[in-house]
């Protein structure tokens, strides 16, 4: 894509209220997430058992914890541990289903019968069972996060690609190169490799809230991030334990969820409409 | 149709055997023996040696991979060593709760979704079109578990007006639907964005169809023809994702469930995992992939039914 | 002789689309009176599809009238408001689409849509508007009836179903029938069969019939008056047997000479009209078939032709026709 191109879609992202507004929220999170120690107040993990359950004020702007933490510095390291998480996991999975893809597209008539069967074994275990399966094989942990989520995203990054290989197989200045001679390695990175990433990109985008919700939730669960570690999960859990000696609490600690989830989502739509219309009915579907 | 079906459900049972044959490999690559592994840290030999032969450790794996394989067949899905009781008694106990939960956060999330995707049809390209696209989305992207304690918030704690935790007292339909009211809210309010989406889509794509052309030729009024003509036939697609619906809000339920104290698969499961009481985790997972294979394939095969196009495809 | 059921008055329309608008009608003026059958014919993308869904105000929201008027029974309708326009739909002015295979929804029993079908038909109970359905299918001769009411559109065959559209049109005794390409998507014998049908129903109701198609045969055999189509334009028009045996604007001599049906067995190759059609977003200065035209002139390229009668209800709209 040229640089022109480029600016054209940042244009017509901005343009789109809701892309617009997707971008900033996401914008916000990722400079809490780069530079929290100098955006975060106070100590996430120091306790200070004498400050305990305190709503919010000047010294503490989101209040304190059962345990006197500031609940602000807990959520700007928990924008961290969710973005860290979050990008590793949809980074790895989307490698992962890059290269899956375009062996199912590319290779063996009979590897791809056997991916495909794979790809749709793996989709059909409901993604949550799947996750506590392999977390009571493995034990609770970021480790076993990322794997979760590697292992669970590849067959629809797989066969998104595998899809665009096929087709792209059969276009004339693939065919056209074949017939001169090139190689089957130089077919897939040189066309078929930068024909697939834009799609790819954009299914990942809109993978990414996906992936924060499922830590926060095993999290919440006691089965992510393991405490002290401040995760947007355990901080809403810590909330919902105290739901009536603080409210406070648990009416900040959803915030940030809410809002990174939409604005991931809102920013994940605004790309696609950007960068390409015709997949709008792909990636929904 | 016949045939259809038959390929549809064949399907369907291999790709179950694919899923049971990748978590037994699972258990057997991962290091450490599974007999403590479900067990833990703190178990005696003598307990772990009754695990081994409980679960037939002490056979050669590829007699263990057919007794795995001829059980499940069979619905013995393996023995839990905490309650002494089979895994499957468990998980039956356990799923008609999910299940009653489930159909009735999708219940109320369908009819609301139709009504939501067929308004923003009949007021298309408005500004009610435009702000109905945002909330779907909205809704969508809203974590249910976050809906769910916020609800707590406020409907059980600071209005006291529903339950917080709990199922409802057994016996009394009254307690029990109250105690369904906020986690069928939490749950299903996701799909009412993303039925109103799909319905609004799929409506969309109906209305350029050449019938409702017609339609309109006779003089049928606007509304009538996209809730009889249009909606008729793009409600079609849905009953394939609500099939998928089913199946994965079922599993989701497993952070509600959790959040509202509520007997479920989903508590059954988180309860499993924190003491890594491996046969039950399997067991029900391997429930849990059976259901939704099952519901997908039916619905797959309902639709064939339902729509009289695909239905007449499949005769020929 | 009778006043016209339906005129079309000089009519302009275009189609908004990225980037402009095209000119899908230009200058249209046509009518047909009680009883008649007038033809329209073209080749496609010559508009006569886009007067067929203007005169039952079907063009789209993204079509716009920008001159013109067309009367039904004297009176303008693009003049009357949404609901008024659509009270006439099927009751007054009915239409037979192309396709019969996807003219019906396929989730309702055919049965079922003659019934919604007379939504416009007052104080008419279900009952009875269910009797009506079953005596029309009747009587376009299908024979059993009640069977095909309890159908879905599918389980019916192609012929049966242009059938059940074709009485679906009547059912309400309009005073116009438009019928675009009425048997385009049928084999020969029923094609036959429904050009025999149209023209049984021509005689036992007497309502005027527009039909549209780029099937000359068919305009031969059913059509009173024809219309030729070109850009958008009204290029001749002329009772039938003097289009035929003397066609007087060039187009319509190519597109005669270029009918499979008239072509001798001794030519070896089929002829056929040399160029495209002009772009309509932005129209020739002259006349529109002066670049495809065999005796164009330089003034045919950039003066707009005058519109000639050459006889008695003909029309020709050419600078080379002119006396």
Same mark, same amino acid.
């Given at each position: 894509m040229s640089s022109g191109g480029r600016f054209r879609a940042l244009r017509a992202l901005l343009s789109d209220p809701m892309g617009a507004l997707g971008l900033g929220l996401v914008l916000l999170f990722v400079v809490m997430a780069l530079f929290a120690p100098w955006v975060a107040p106070a100590d996430p993990i120091k306790l200070n058992v004498a400050e305990k359950f305190q709503p919010p004020s000047l010294a503490h702007l989101a209040g304190t914890d059962q345990l006197g933490r500031d609940l602000l510095s807990r959520i700007v390291y928990g924008a961290r541990t969710a973005l860290a998480i979050a990008l590793t996991a949809v980074g790895l999975a989307g490698v992962g289903g890059l290269i899956l893809g375009m062996i199912a597209g590319f290779g063996p008539r009979w590897l791809d019968a056997v991916l495909v069967l794979l790809f749709d074994s793996m989709s059909?275990?409901?993604?949550?069972?799947?996750?506590?399966?392999?977390?009571?094989?493995?034990?609770?942990?970021?480790?076993?996060?990322?794997?979760?989520?590697?292992?669970?995203?590849?067959?629809?990054?797989a066969r998104l690609i595998r899809a665009q290989t096929l087709a792209l197989s059969g276009a004339d200045f693939i065919v056209a190169e074949r017939a001169m001679g090139a190689s089957s390695a130089r077919i897939l990175f040189r066309h078929l490799l930068p024909n697939v990433v834009g799609p790819l990109l954009i299914l990942l985008s809109m993978d990414v809230p996906v992936v924060i919700m499922l830590e926060a939730g095993l999290s919440y669960l006691n089965l992510g991030v393991r405490p002290p570690t401040p995760s947007w999960g355990n901080i809403l859990y810590d909330g919902y334990t105290s739901i009536r000696a603080a409210p406070h609490m648990v009416v900040i600690a959803g915030l940030p969820l809410v809002l990174s989830t939409l604005g991931f989502t809102f920013l994940g739509e605004g790309l696609r409409d950007a960068l390409d219309p015709r997949l709008r009915r792909r990636v929904a579907g | 149709m016949l045939r259809y079906a038959v390929k549809r459900i064949a399907l369907a049972v291999v790709i179950l055997f694919t899923v049971m044959l990748a978590m037994y490999a699972m258990v057997f690559l991962v290091p450490g023996d599974p007999a403590s592994l479900a067990l833990g840290p703190r178990a005696t030999p003598e307990l772990k040696a009754l695990l081994r032969e409980r679960m037939g450790l002490d056979e050669p794996v590829l007699w263990q991979v057919w007794h795995f394989f001829r059980n499940a067949v069979t619905g013995d899905l393996g023995y839990d060593v905490w309650s002494k009781r089979p895994v499957l008694d468990q998980i039956l106990e356990f799923f008609p709760n999910t299940l009653i939960l489930g159909v009735a956060a999708l219940g109320w999330a369908l009819a609301l979704g139709i009504a939501l995707g067929a308004a923003a049809v009949v007021w298309r390209d408005t500004a009610a079109d435009r702000l109905l696209g945002v909330l779907s989305v909205g809704l969508i992207s809203i974590p249910a578990f976050v809906v769910a304690i916020y609800a707590i918030l406020i409907f059980a704690v600071w209005l006291r007006w529903l339950p917080a935790i709990g199922a409802g007292t057994p016996g009394d339909p009254a307690s029990q639907a109250r105690a369904l009211i906020l986690p069928a809210f939490a749950l299903g309010i996701g799909w009412v964005g993303y039925l109103a989406r799909l319905v609004r889509a799929s409506l969309l794509e109906v209305m350029g169809e050449n019938h409702i052309r017609t339609a309109r030729a006779f003089g049928l009024p606007e509304r009538r023809v996209v809730l009889r003509y249009g909606l008729r036939v793009a409600i079609i697609p849905t009953i394939a994702l609500l099939a998928v619906g089913l199946g994965s809000i079922l599993s989701s339920a497993v952070f509600v469930e959790t959040v509202f104290g509520r007997p479920g698969i989903g508590t059954l499961i988180t309860g499993a995992v924190q003491k890594r009481n491996y046969p039950v985790v399997?067991?029900?997972?391997?429930?849990?992939?059976?259901?939704?294979?099952?519901?997908?394939?039916?619905?797959?095969?309902?639709?064939?039914?339902?729509?009289?196009?695909?239905?007449?495809?499949?005769?020929? | 002789m009778s006043e016209p059921v339906l005129s079309v008055e000089?009519?302009?329309? =275009?189609? %908004?689309?990225? *980037?402009?608008?095209? #000119?899908?009608?230009?200058?249209?003026?046509?009518?047909?009176?009680?009883?008649?059958?007038?033809?329209?014919?073209?080749?496609?993308?010559?508009?006569?599809?886009?007067l067929a869904a203007a005169m039952i105000d079907l063009a789209g929201a993204n079509a716009e009238v920008t001159a013109g008027a067309i009367r039904l029974r004297g009176q303008d309708?693009?003049?009357?408001?949404?609901?008024? =326009?659509? %009270?006439?739909? *099927?009751?007054?002015? #009915?239409?037979?689409?192309?396709?019969?295979?996807?003219?019906?929804n396929p989730v309702l029993t055919v049965g079922a849509q003659l019934v919604d079908f007379q939504f416009n038909l007052d104080g008419v109970p279900g009952r009875e508007k269910r009797a009506r359905a079953r005596d029309m299918l009747a009587r376009v001769g299908l024979s059993d009836p009640d069977l095909v009411m309890g159908r879905y559109p599918h389980e019916l065959s192609g012929g049966m179903r242009q059938r059940a559209a074709i009485a679906a049109a009547l059912l309400m005794r309009p005073a116009v029938l438009i019928a675009d390409e009425p048997t385009t998507a049928l084999d020969v014998t029923m094609e036959a069969q429904i050009i025999h049908l149209l023209r049984e129903l021509r005689a036992q109701y007497g309502c005027a019939i527009v039909i549209v198609t780029h099937h000359l045969g068919v305009i031969a055999e059913l059509c009173d008056r024809v219309a030729v189509m070109y850009a958008g334009e009204v290029v001749e028009e002329a009772p039938v047997d003097e289009l035929f045996h003397d066609p007087r604007h060039p187009y319509t001599r190519a597109l005669i000479a270029c009918d499979p049906a008239r072509i001798g067995k001794a030519t070896g190759r089929l002829p056929a009209i040399g160029g495209r059609?002009?772009?309509?977003?932005?129209?020739?200065?002259?006349?529109?078939?002066?670049?495809?035209c065999g005796i164009a002139t330089d003034r045919c390229r950039t003066v707009p032709p005058p519109r000639v009668a050459p006889g008695a209800d003909r029309g020709v709209l050419c600078h080379e026709a002119a006396p």
């Open positions: 059909s275990l409901p993604m949550i069972m799947f996750a506590l399966a392999v977390i009571t094989i493995v034990g609770p942990g970021t480790g076993t996060l990322i794997l979760v989520v590697v292992l669970v995203s590849i067959p629809a990054y | 399997m067991g029900t997972v391997l429930f849990m992939t059976a259901f939704y294979l099952f519901v997908v394939t039916a619905a797959d095969l309902l639709i064939a039914r339902l729509d009289p196009r695909v239905r007449d495809v499949f005769r020929r | 000089n009519l302009s329309l =275009r189609y %908004r689309v990225a *980037g402009g608008a095209v #000119a899908a009608l230009r200058n249209v003026s046509l009518s047909v009176r009680q009883g008649e059958v007038l033809g329209i014919a073209g080749e496609s993308g010559c508009g006569k599809s886009s309708i693009l003049r009357l408001d949404q609901a008024a =326009r659509r %009270r006439l739909r *099927g009751r007054e002015i #009915a239409m037979v689409f192309q396709d019969p295979m996807t003219a019906f059609l002009p772009d309509l977003s932005d129209p020739p200065p002259g006349c529109a078939f002066a670049a495809r």
